[in-house]
């Protein structure tokens, strides 16, 4: 039986990652079995440029953790080796991890979660293949401004056709 002490910070790392569980709008687990260090070290500075936690975990803890915050759906994939991403947006760890695993066979992903909601390995793939929210966000005001766009150059049409029409006019004046 383990001691108090080891007991105590095995609860408080449960609680810490219950906590960050809560906090990521997006996670992605995987089995990162027979990766070696020079495409985990690629990998983990991608997904830290990108703004995503990644770390190894243990299934236990990550299984408490899980249950604690309403992801208990997870628990069929938690056995072998696993690691978690979590992001902060809903695409980029999925993005990430999904063009990585087509590169290196090593590295699968298991299940995923968006907003509290588990999701399977082919959810995750359909995620990464989404565009990320800026571009999103761009598309549609660029659909909204379109309209606006074509008024001021109907606008600026009929300007430049009346001051045409005015420079005539004073030239005739003139003449």
Do not use: C, W
């Amino acid at each position: 039986m383990p001691s108090e002490k080891i007991l105590q910070q095995k609860q408080e790392y449960v609680e810490q990652l219950a906590e960050k569980l809560r906090n990521a709008v997006t996670g992605v687990v995987v089995s990162y079995k027979g990766i070696n260090v020079a495409d985990d070290t690629k990998l983990r500075r991608e997904l830290r440029e990108a703004g995503v936690d990644y770390f190894v975990v243990k299934n236990t803890m990550l299984h408490l953790a899980a249950e604690k915050v309403g992801l208990s759906d997870l628990d069929p994939v938690l056995n072998g080796t696993t690691a978690i991403a979590l992001g902060s947006d809903h695409v980029s760890a999925a993005k990430i991890l999904s063009k990585f695993a087509e590169t290196n066979k090593n590295l699968q992903i298991k299940a995923g979660f968006v907003e509290g909601k588990v999701i399977d390995e082919k959810a995750v793939d359909q995620l990464a293949k989404m565009p990320s929210k800026e571009v999103l966000v761009a598309q549609a005001l660029g659909g909204l401004n379109a309209p606006i766009t074509s008024f001021i150059y109907v606008l600026n049409a009929n300007l430049r056709g009346l001051v045409v029409a005015l420079n005539a006019i004073a030239e005739k004046k003139g003449a």
